[in-house]
Every structure is written in C-alpha cells, then in structure tokens.
C-alpha cells in the first residue's frame, strides 16, 4: 500500500531532551516536506526536501532540522524542544514535477513538550 | 503574497441540511493549483479534489461540489445533504506555480453534522 509513514505517533518529552520524528515513503516521491497544524493557524509549513541532499526552509523552520540522505526517508529533528512546539506534526510527499501534483500525508505526530 | 481565507472557522448543521464551506484566496501567480483535504476526528488529512487555474468548470463529485470563480479569487465547497460522517475539519489549500514547493494552507473550518 503506498502510505507515509510517521513515528512516533504520540510523544510527550521535556524541554531540551532531543528528539526525532521519522517519516518514511514508499511510493518513490523526490518531494517530501514537514508540516504543523495549530489550532486557528492551519497547516504551516516547516521544511521541505525536493530530493536527496537538497532541503530548504518553509515557513516555520526556527527550532527544527532536517536532513534527507536517502530519498524514502526525512527525519525532522529537534534539537533542544520547548513548549512552543507542542503541536501536530505531519509529514508528506509528492513526486516532483508541476504543481498540479498531490500532497499524500502521513497520519501525524502529536508531540507534546512540558 | 500567497494566502488562503477560510473564514468560518465552526459551521454546525443537522444532518440532511446543505453547507457550503468558503475559501478565499490570494495569489500573483498566473498558474495557480487549489486543493481541499478532509481531516476527519481520527486526525489523517484526505485530498478531496485538485483544481488548476485555467479550470473554471465546476465539479460535483456525489454529494460534494466545488465552485470555483477567479473573478471573486473563491474556490468554496458544498455539501449537499450533509451526513453525521461529513463531520470533519476541512483545509482549502493553494500552490503557486512560480514556488510550487510551498503549499499554503487556510486555517480550517470545522463542520458539525447532527444526527
């Protein structure tokens, strides 16, 4: 089955213990790219990877990092974690090409930091 | 700029009743992609439909419908007979074409289904 992969699917951490979220496709996409959802914000975007060893900045990157070493998987990192990155984490793919293409999402990550 | 409006942010019906869910939205890009995504309470997001800018045709999917008119920058959703599992947050959603890597999501709206 084509999917996006998530782990951990719930996570509550402390500040500053460093964590990872895996995020792992199957379908061969060069596009992959990391989301968070807030309440009255929508989805924002974190980082993206257009393909292996190319990543760049979205919208919100403070805090986060990102590397992309092979093509099915991107981790986003946080390095130090604080509250303010409690949030929903979504992870998601599209083969590259024009931007008709569809983004195919992960099931999400709800981290909670205290 | 590229940004999208959805401005009801809690919509509730009693089942049966139609319900149009608005997005507004705003670009410079003369080649322009719009989406809508359902996020039901299990939390996963569903693409529902993909439309591009030189497509005004609106499209009826069952009891879904899109209405899509660049004169008023509007790409709104109705339901038509709404059902207790349309129940759901809905995300409008627009992708440029000049920076086709970013995807600009509107803030949701939450449709309430009552039996």
């Known amino acids: 089955e084509a999917q996006v992969t998530q782990n951990p699917r719930y996570l509550i951490t402390v500040t500053g213990k460093k964590l990872t979220v895996t995020c792992s496709q199957n379908?061969?996409?060069?596009?992959m790219s990391w989301y968070r959802q807030d309440p009255g914000l929508g989805l924002r975007q974190i980082y993206y990877?257009?393909?292996?060893?190319?990543?760049d900045k979205g919208d919100v990157p403070e805090g986060y990092k990102v590397s992309r070493k092979e093509k099915r998987n991107f981790p986003l990192i946080l390095e130090s974690p604080s509250p303010n990155q409690t949030s929903l984490y979504f992870c998601?793919?599209?083969?590259?090409?024009?931007?008709?293409?569809?983004?195919?999402f992960g099931a999400g990550s709800r981290l909670t930091v205290l | 700029a590229q940004k999208v409006t959805q401005a009801q942010t809690e919509i509730s019906v009693v089942e049966k009743e139609d319900v149009t869910l608005d997005c507004v939205y705003e670009?410079?890009?003369?080649?322009?992609?719009l989406f809508w995504y359902k996020q039901p309470p299990s939390g996963e997001l569903v693409f529902l439909i993909r439309?591009?800018?030189?497509?005004?045709q609106n499209e009826i999917s069952g009891r879904y419908s899109w209405n899509f008119q660049k004169s008023t920058s509007s790409f709104n959703f109705t339901i038509t007979a709404s059902q207790v599992v349309d129940s759901a947050v809905y995300f409008c959603?627009?992708?440029?074409?000049?920076?086709?890597?970013?995807?600009?999501f509107g803030s949701g709206t939450k449709l309430n289904v009552k039996p």
């Open positions: 998601a793919s599209r083969p590259q090409g024009t931007g008709a293409n569809v983004l195919t």
């Open positions: 379908m061969n996409h060069e596009y």
């Open positions: 990877s257009m393909n292996v060893e190319v990543t």
């Open positions: 670009t410079r890009d003369t080649t322009y992609y």
């Open positions: 439309r591009n800018s030189f497509d005004e």
């Open positions: 959603a627009l992708r440029g074409e000049y920076n086709f890597n970013k995807f600009y």
